[in-house]
C-alpha cells in the first residue's frame, strides 16, 4: 500500500490568542500537485513551517511518507519558506553544496542538474549577493531539489518572478511532477497559475481549511459552487418578471453586454430555457458562465469574513 | 497499523553525515569576516609582545639613559624569556580583544544567522536541532584552539630565538596558560550560544553579553560583602563566578585556582545545557 506523501491531523498553532493554524487536516496523496490557496494571513506560511517543524505546534501531528519521525520524514522533503536565504558571500554553487552537507545527500552532478533546471548554470559561481530577487528565488528552487526529494514543499515559488519566470517555474514544476514523479505542495495566491498546474487544492481561510478537492470537483459543486447563467432576450421586461417568478432561479445583476445574470439553485440551464419557452419567452442567448477557481476562492474566502 | 513508539526511533544521523555538516559549517564560519579576523589578530598579538619585548631589552642592554624605571633598570624588572614573551602575549590576546572577536564569531553563527534566516534553510533538512548546534560548537572550539596556537607560536617563537628559554617563568607553564586559556574560550562560546538564542542580532549577542558580565560585577561585589562579613563559603563561590572562571589562565603565573575551573565547568555544562533545551523548542521560522 502506497502511504500518502504527506498528512496533517488536527495541526495547530496559535501566537497569544490568535489561531493561526486551526485543526488542520490535509491529505496529500503521492503523485499529487497540491495547491495550498488562502488569502494573506490566512496560515499558509505557518502551517508550512509547522510541517517542516521548524516552528513548535500546538497540536496535532504530520507525517510524510508514512513517517513520524519529526527529522528522519523531513529526508524525503525539499522545501523553500517565504523568501529563500542564502549567505550572501558564498558562490550559489557554494550554498547548494551547503544544503547538501546537511540534506545528507546530493553530489556535485545533482547540483549541476539543479542549478541547470532553474537556469542559473551560467551564474553558478557568483556570489549571491549580486543575483536578484528572481535569480534568489529559482536558486532556492534549485536548493529545494538537490539531494533528490520525492516530496518539493514550496511556499509561493514564483514570488518576485518577471511573467516568463513564472511560466518557467510552473512549466518547470509540470515536468518534475510529470516526468520525475515528484509530489508538489505549494503555496499560491496566483489561482489562474493553480488552477493549470495543480491537480487538487485545498482552501484555507482563518486557519481553517474550507475546501479541498480536485479543481472540478470543487467547481462542479461540493454544495459550495454554484451555477451562473447569462441570459439574453428581446423582450427583457417579461424576462425579467419571469425569472422573479421562478423557483430556484435569483437574479444577481448584468451578465456581459444586455444579458442578464442569474444563479441557478437545483436547476439546470436547460430547465430554465424549457420553463422561459413555456412562458412563451424566447431565449436568444443562454450562456453558462464557467466559474473559475477565482470566482469560488473569493466565494469562500468573503463568506467566511461576513 | 503503525508503531506508536516508531516517532522516537533514532533519526538515522550519521557520522559521516555529522561531519560533512561539521565542514559545511567551518566553511561557513571560517569564511566570515569574524574568524579571519581573529586569527589576524591572534597573529598580531604574538608578533607585537615579541618585538616590543625584543626593543624593551635592546634599550636595556645598551644602557641607556632612558632604561630606568624608578630608578631601577629595567633588565631587573622585566623578565627576558620565551616563557615571559608568550605570558605577556596570552595576557594581551585575551585583553578584551580575541575574547570579543570570538565571541562575534559565535553570534554571528548561530544569532546572525536566526536573523536573516539561513538556519531555517538547514533545520529543513533531515538533523536533528542539537546535531546543528554540535557542528557549530566544534567549529568554533576549533577556531578558538587555532588562535590560541597563532598567538603561542610566535610568541614563544621569537621568544626563544631572542631571550632563550632560561628564565623564572617556564614554557611549559605558559602552554599551560594558553590552555587553560581555550577552556576559558570554550566558555565565553558557550555564554554566547545561550545569549544568541534570545537574539536576531550580533549586536545584540554582544550587548546581551555585557550586560552578563556587568551581572557578574555586580554579584561578585556582593559576594566582597559577605565575605567582609564572614559568611562562609561566600569566597568560594565568588571565585568560581564566571568573571573569575573566565580568567582561570592567569593561574599560568603559579597560582592555579582549582574554583575557578570549577566555576568554568559549572558555566559551560549550564550554558550548553540550556542552550539545547532553548533551541530544541525555539521558532525559526
Ligand atoms: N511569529 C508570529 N507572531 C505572531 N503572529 C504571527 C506570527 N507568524 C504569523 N502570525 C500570524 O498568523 C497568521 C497567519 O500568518 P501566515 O504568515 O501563516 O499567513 P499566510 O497565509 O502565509 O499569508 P500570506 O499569503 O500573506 O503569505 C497571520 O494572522 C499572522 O499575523
Ligand atoms: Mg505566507
Known amino acids: 500500500m502506497a502511504s500518502d506523501a504527506l498528512v496533517t491531523r488536527g495541526l495547530t498553532r496559535r501566537f497569544g490568542s490568535r489561531v493561526a493554524v486551526s485543526a488542520l487536516d490535509l491529505r496529500v496523496r503521492q503523485g499529487d500537485v497540491y495547491g495550498f490557496l488562502g488569502p494573506n494571513g490566512a496560515g499558509k506560511t505557518t502551517a508550512i513551517r509547522c510541517i517542516l517543524g521548524l516552528i513548535r505546534r500546538d497540536a496535532g501531528e504530520v507525517e510524510i511518507f508514512g513517517d513520524r519521525h519529526p527529522v528522519r520524514q523531513r529526508a524525503a522533503v525539499g522545501a523553500m519558506v517565504e523568501t529563500p536565504a542564502f549567505h550572501g558571500w558564498m558562490t550559489a554553487r557554494a550554498n547548494l553544496e551547503r544544503a547538501c552537507a546537511f540534506a545528507g545527500a546530493g553530489d556535485a552532478a545533482s547540483i549541476a542538474e539543479a542549478l541547470e533546471r532553474v537556469g542559473l548554470q551560467g551564474r553558478a559561481d557568483e556570489r549571491v549577493s549580486t543575483y536578484s530577487l528572481g535569480m534568489r528565488q529559482r536558486l532556492g528552487i534549485a536548493r529545494a531539489l538537490v539531494g533528490r526529494p520525492r516530496l518539493l514543499v514550496l511556499d509561493e515559488p514564483t514570488n518576485g518572478l518577471d511573467p516568463r519566470g513564472m511560466r518557467e517555474v510552473r512549466e518547470l514544476l509540470a515536468e518534475l511532477a510529470r516526468r520525475d514523479g515528484l509530489t508538489i505542495f505549494v503555496s499560491s495566491h496566483l489561482l489562474g497559475e493553480v488552477e493549470q498546474l495543480c491537480t487538487r487544492v485545498g482552501i484555507l481561510e482563518r486557519g481553517r481549511m474550507v475546501a479541498e478537492g480536485s479543481v472540478e470537483e470543487l467547481l462542479r459543486g461540493t454544495g459550495v459552487a454554484v451555477t451562473e447563467v447569462d441570459l439574453e432576450s428581446p423582450d427583457r421586461d417579461r424576462l425579467v418578471a419571469a425569472l422573479d417568478a421562478l423557483v430556484g432561479v435569483e437574479r444577481i445583476g448584468d451578465g456581459e453586454g444586455d444579458r442578464l445574470r442569474v444563479r441557478l439553485d437545483g436547476v439546470s440551464p436547460g430547465e430554465l430555457n424549457q420553463r422561459l419557452v413555456q412562458q412563451g419567452i424566447t431565449v436568444s442567448a443562454l450562456v453558462p458562465m464557467q466559474k473559475s477557481l477565482e470566482d469560488l476562492f473569493l466565494t469562500l474566502t468573503t463568506e467566511e469574513l461576513t | ?285
Open chain 2, 1 to 285: 497499523m503503525t508503531d506508536r513508539r516508531a516517532p522516537e526511533a533514532r533519526s538515522g544521523l550519521t557520522t559521516r553525515h555529522l561531519l560533512s555538516m561539521i565542514g559545511a559549517e567551518a566553511r561557513a564560519i571560517y569564511g566570515r569576516g569574524s574568524a579571519r579576523l581573529a586569527m589576524v589578530v591572534a597573529v598580531l598579538c604574538g608578533v607585537v609582545v615579541a618585538l616590543a619585548m625584543q626593543w624593551l631589552f635592546t634599550r636595556a642592554g645598551m644602557g641607556a639613559v632612558d632604561a630606568q624605571i624608578n630608578g631601577n633598570p629595567i633588565s631587573q624588572m622585566v623578565e627576558f624569556s620565551a616563557g615571559a614573551v608568550g605570558g605577556w602575549a596570552l595576557r594581551l590576546r585575551n585583553l578584551f580583544v580575541l575574547p570579543l572577536v570570538l565571541l562575534l564569531a559565535t553570534a554571528a553563527s548561530l544569532a546572525g544567522e536566526l536573523g536573516d534566516h539561513t538556519l531555517r534553510e538547514v533545520l529543513v533538512r533531515p538533523v536533528p536541532r542539537w546535531s546543528v548546534l554540535a557542528a557549530k560548537f566544534v567549529v568554533l572550539a576549533v577556531l578558538a584552539l587555532v588562535t590560541q596556537a597563532l598567538t603561542a607560536a610566535p610568541a614563544l617563537g621569537a621568544g626563544m630565538v631572542f631571550f632563550g628559554t632560561d628564565g623564572p617563568t617556564s614554557v611549559q607553564g605558559v602552554l599551560l596558560g594558553y590552555a587553560a586559556s581555550w577552556l576559558s574560550d570554550l566558555g565565553l562560546i558557550a555564554i554566547g550560544m545561550l545569549v544568541s538564542t534570545f537574539a536576531r542580532s550580533v549586536g545584540a549577542v554582544v550587548v546581551g553579553t555585557m550586560l552578563l558580565l556587568m551581572a557578574d560585577l555586580g554579584i561578585r561585589a556582593v559576594l566582597q560583602g559577605m565575605i567582609w562579613l564572614g559568611v562562609s563559603g561566600a569566597e568560594a563561590v565568588q571565585r568560581a563566578m564566571p568573571g573569575n572562571a573566565l580568567a582561570c589562565w592567569e593561574g599560568f603565573t603559579g597560582d592555579w585556582d582549582p574554583a575557578a575551573f570549577v566555576g568554568l565547568a559549572v558555566i559551560f555544562g549550564v550554558c550548553m545545557a540550556l542552550t539545547g533545551w532553548r533551541f530544541q523548542r525555539l521558532d525559526v521560522p
